[in-house]
């Protein structure tokens, strides 16, 4: 009896967790789609001051969650417009010439994270290692990036987009089963911001390959 209680509670903890990380996901996704629309008129350096912006929300997100929620939750919301204002430039280019690839981008992104979203929540295996060569494969592919910036590579582009998309894969993975497996609703906004990272990433990936498609 009293076990079976125990696994309800924790049970029904873990979907009042899911229903609120993935809310707030919503709608940081809904501040971001207003930001790119609001800022589709500027300019690429604009844009950039934007995104140090985002990312100063970020850092300041995980001190405010120890003190405030409500003060980490606004963090995620404002986070998710500055980024939206930095995408703008680049947003708006690819709907100038490539409007299909946006399309077609939001589309395998709903799909990658659907399906490696369930297979994260659902999975009983540890993620704890995916996550880790995750995460240091993000690094060597940032300094990947910076090569090809000097660099000129033969599908280098691509390269770095279908290798990102792998990487992603893994840290979706190990995002959705830390989602499950984290028991403090306060870790809401924090979760939230990994996932919708993980979900832009995999779309500006998607969209870098439908466009070189095109």
């Known amino acids: 009896m009293y076990e079976s209680d125990g696994y309800e509670q924790t049970s029904s903890g873990s979907q009042t967790l899911f229903g609120q990380t993935m809310a707030f996901v919503a709608a940081t996704a809904g501040f971001f789609a207003l930001g790119a629309y609001l800022g589709r008129s500027l300019s690429y350096e604009l844009g950039f001051v934007f995104f140090i912006g985002a990312i100063a929300c970020l850092i300041g997100m995980r001190f405010a969650v120890r003190?405030?929620?409500?003060?980490?939750?606004?963090?995620?919301?404002?986070?998710?417009?500055?980024?939206?204002?930095?995408?703008?430039?680049?947003?708006?280019?690819?709907?100038?010439?490539?409007?299909?690839?946006?399309?077609?981008?939001?589309?395998?992104?709903?799909?990658?994270?659907?399906?490696?979203?369930?297979?994260?929540?659902?999975?009983?295996?540890?993620?704890?290692?995916?996550?880790?060569?995750?995460?240091?494969?993000?690094?060597?592919?940032?300094?990947?990036?910076?090569?090809?910036?000097?660099?000129?590579?033969?599908?280098?582009?691509?390269?770095?987009?279908?290798?990102?998309?792998?990487?992603?894969?893994?840290?979706?993975?190990?995002?959705?089963?830390?989602?499950?497996?984290?028991?403090?609703?306060?870790?809401?906004?924090?979760?939230?911001?990994s996932i919708f990272l993980d979900a832009l990433n995999v779309f500006l990936f998607f969209l870098n390959i439908f466009n070189r498609r095109d």
């Open 67 to 193: 003190r405030s929620s409500s003060s980490a939750v606004a963090l995620l919301f404002v986070f998710g417009l500055l980024i939206g204002l930095g995408s703008a430039p680049n947003l708006a280019y690819y709907a100038a010439t490539s409007p299909e690839a946006l399309w077609e981008a939001g589309g395998a992104t709903a799909l990658f994270m659907v399906g490696l979203g369930a297979a994260g929540y659902g999975s009983r295996r540890d993620l704890s290692v995916v996550g880790r060569v995750s995460f240091w494969a993000l690094v060597a592919l940032i300094l990947f990036g910076v090569v090809l910036i000097f660099v000129q590579i033969p599908n280098g582009e691509l390269i770095y987009s279908i290798a990102g998309l792998v990487i992603f894969a893994g840290l979706t993975l190990f995002d959705f089963q830390r989602l499950r497996r984290t028991r403090g609703i306060d870790s809401a906004p924090l979760l939230a911001a």
